[in-house]
């Protein structure tokens, strides 16, 4: 089959760019500290970071900016990555970081524990949600043939689970009051109004799933010339796999137990990342790093802004602004092979 | 983007004619329908009032008493042959969807219809009035229509078949910015409102009639013998765009005929119930397991979603009890579990 042509660009061409979405991100940070319904002057933001004091505009910076901040940096990242991860590992474009399982069975280990246990502390919700979206994932690898699972079995498999989850979910919630109160507020995935406490929770995980992720990048690219081919390359198909999915549940989870499932970021910035970089994972999984989590926070700032003195949500937002752009860039720029 | 699983199987095998793929479809697609008749029997006798099976009968063919004929004739007759229908063009829509693209996770989703669809209802419900129900499943038939040819168009360039990757991208970026805007009309109105508008987005089989049923069942009637008919050109399709041309296939006109039964099944059917979850999505892939063909045909789509839609209904009103959980939701635990198992039992049976 023919296909669009997607020009390659050499090594200064990509440097450069991976710079341009640094700044990007570091633009986005110091925007999502500095705008808000009180503004600090852009100034000011890194001398209050920096000293803690007495002050108002320290306080908001400190208790409700700064986590904020970290807490989309480490979803954004994690999202981001986890959908390039499983976009490689499925050849499929309609891959996110919940395709395995991850989102909803992060959302029926809360429920079901709430439902059966009563309040669950937030402490402990984090740690049911990342418990139920591996043992999701791992039924679903286990079910898609283990380490000879195909690229297509995964991928069903991972839907079937999800809505087999999802029934589970709805039914726990229509059943039982109290676990749809705790449903409610997380499934609209959000960065506002989280624990601060969360961030650190997920931190460690997000941390080994992105040096997993970055080590994965040479096998990968062996893996997307097929089995033979990489074998010949000397590929370890199997374990190459075993890895990609241990390194995305690990970020999809983990992002998603703290901020709810975010459904644009992990699906189109991998796309976004190929378009740009080209299918040279060595490439494309450090743009999706970057690139993720600085469009999460712009969407996020621009949702302060335009609702003020209310806000919109972030999903809102960036599906709004994001969607026109994605279309436009694959209108452009063709899509590259997975 | 991936390549069909079997490629390779097929790889060097002549396309072959349909309805040609064997006993084995035959007797699936018969097992299908009888349990299809069963499932229409055991909806339309059981219930809150059981009805004996020899009264069902007869309020069928004219007799019996008023308050039996109502019960079969108005209230259950209709919401079971709605979900049949409903379920039989979301199961031809998704194979259709899921063999253009080349992506087994294919459904009318990939060229924005539900989404649009959904914003159209919304908007409706919202803007307009939400106590017209004509009108709802109008602006959804619109909705979701419209959105699948703008896709469409948006993923045309030059003279070339639209390549499956393009147009299923291009269909989630427009169907996020559905999405969003659905949200955004969500938090516009009343409680009461974006209640109800929420029940529509669910997909339900309440309170379904006859007026309801007859845009599917003309819909069907036309468009399930074109997807039949254009069943040779899928398959030749499928061998890949340059063997399709030095075939002799117009490609891009095969592609577009067969997007248009597939939007046309499926706009008609999301209009008529709401869009009822994952049917479109696992039926073709059911299909195709149970029966051992190589790609799901458009019969077997079709009686498989209707199973599984009225299967659903019937568990979803006699386990949970009327109206409390939705159908979608019992199409995702049967149909995932199901495909789930299916899954398990072929890795055992050697044949992934």
């Given amino acids: 089959m023919r296909r669009p042509t997607v020009s390659v660009r050499g090594t200064p061409a990509r440097a450069t760019g991976l710079l341009l979405a640094a700044l990007l991100l570091l633009v986005a940070v110091v925007l999502s500290v500095s705008v808000g319904s009180r503004s600090i002057p852009i100034a000011d933001v890194w001398s209050l970071v920096v000293h803690r004091d007495d002050s108002e505009a320290s306080l908001i910076v400190h208790e409700v900016r700064l986590p904020r901040t970290v807490l989309g940096l480490l979803v954004g990242a994690g999202l981001g990555l986890a959908g390039a991860l499983l976009q490689a590992l499925t050849r499929n474009p309609l891959a996110d970081p919940g395709l395995l399982g991850v989102t909803y069975g992060a959302a029926a280990a809360v429920v079901v524990a709430v439902a059966l246990l009563g309040p669950v502390a937030p402490a402990l919700q984090v740690w049911f949600a990342i418990l139920g979206a591996g043992a999701a994932t791992a039924v679903v690898y286990v079910v898609a043939g283990g380490s000879r699972a195909t690229p297509v079995r995964l991928a069903l498999a991972g839907i079937a689970m999800t809505f087999a989850l999802y029934a589970v979910v709805r039914g726990a919630t229509i059943l039982d009051r109290s676990a749809l109160e705790r449903y409610r507020f997380w499934q609209v995935g959000s960065l506002s109004g989280q624990d601060p406490d969360r961030v650190l929770q997920m931190a460690p995980f997000l941390a080994v799933g992105i040096v997993l992720a970055l080590l994965l990048a040479r096998p990968l690219n062996a893996l997307a010339l097929g089995d033979e081919a990489g074998r010949a390359l000397g590929l370890r198909a199997g374990a190459t796999r075993t890895t990609t999915i241990v390194a995305a549940t690990l970020l999809a989870g983990a992002a998603t137990a703290a901020a709810g499932p975010l459904a644009f970021v992990g699906l189109v910035v991998p796309h976004v990342a190929r378009i740009l970089a080209g299918p040279d994972h060595r490439w494309s999984l450090p743009y999706a790093l970057v690139l993720a989590p600085a469009l999460l926070l712009l969407a996020d700032v621009v949702g302060r802004v335009v609702a003020s003195p209310q806000e919109l949500r972030v999903s809102i937002v960036i599906s709004l602004i994001g969607g026109p752009v994605f279309i436009l860039l694959v209108r452009r720029r063709g899509v590259p092979r997975l | ?352």
């Fill in chain 2, 1 to 352: 983007m991936s390549v069909v699983p079997d490629l390779a199987r097929r790889r060097g095998r002549r396309p072959r004619r349909p309805g040609a793929d064997g006993p084995r479809a035959l007797v699936v697609g018969v097992a299908l329908g009888v349990v299809a008749t069963l499932l229409v029997v055991v909806s339309v006798a059981t219930g809150e009032f059981s009805i004996p099976l020899r009264d069902v009968v007869d309020a069928l063919l004219g007799g019996g008493d008023r308050s039996t004929s109502y019960i079969v004739e108005t209230l259950r007759l209709p919401r079971a042959v709605c979900a049949l229908l409903v379920g039989a063009a979301l199961g031809t829509a998704g194979g259709i969807f899921q063999r253009v693209t080349r992506n087994p996770l294919g459904s009318p989703d990939v060229v924005g219809l539900t989404s649009g669809a959904a914003a159209g209802a919304v908007a409706q419900i919202v803007f307009v009035d939400g106590g017209d129900t004509a009108a709802i499943a109008l602006a959804a038939l619109v909705g979701g229509a419209g959105t699948a040819v703008v896709v469409w168009l948006l993923a045309l360039r030059g003279s070339d078949l639209v390549a499956g990757a393009r147009l299923v991208l291009i269909g989630v970026g427009l169907s996020f910015v559905l999405i969003a805007l659905t949200e955004w009309m969500l938090t516009r109105t009343t409680l009461q409102t974006a209640a109800q508008a929420n029940v529509w987005i669910t997909g339900s089989l309440n309170a379904r009639g006859w007026e309801n049923a007859v845009p599917v069942a003309i819909a069907l009637a036309v468009l399930l013998p074109g997807a039949v008919l254009l069943e040779r050109r899928l398959r030749v399709l499928e061998l890949g765009e340059q063997v399709a041309v030095g075939l002799g296939l117009g490609v891009r006109r095969a592609q577009g005929l067969l997007l248009l039964v597939a939007v046309g099944l499926a706009s008609v059917a999301v209009s008529t119930t709401g869009p009822v979850l994952f049917v479109a999505l696992a039926a073709p892939q059911i299909a195709r397991r149970i029966a051992g063909t190589s790609v799901p045909t458009p019969v077997l789509s079709a009686l498989t979603g209707a199973v599984l839609l009225l299967g659903a209904d019937v568990l979803s009103q006699r386990v949970f009890g009327a109206e409390r959980i939705p159908v979608g939701v019992v199409t995702g635990a049967l149909g995932g579990t199901y495909l789930l198992w299916l899954l398990v039992s072929e890795r055992r049976a050697g044949r992934v």
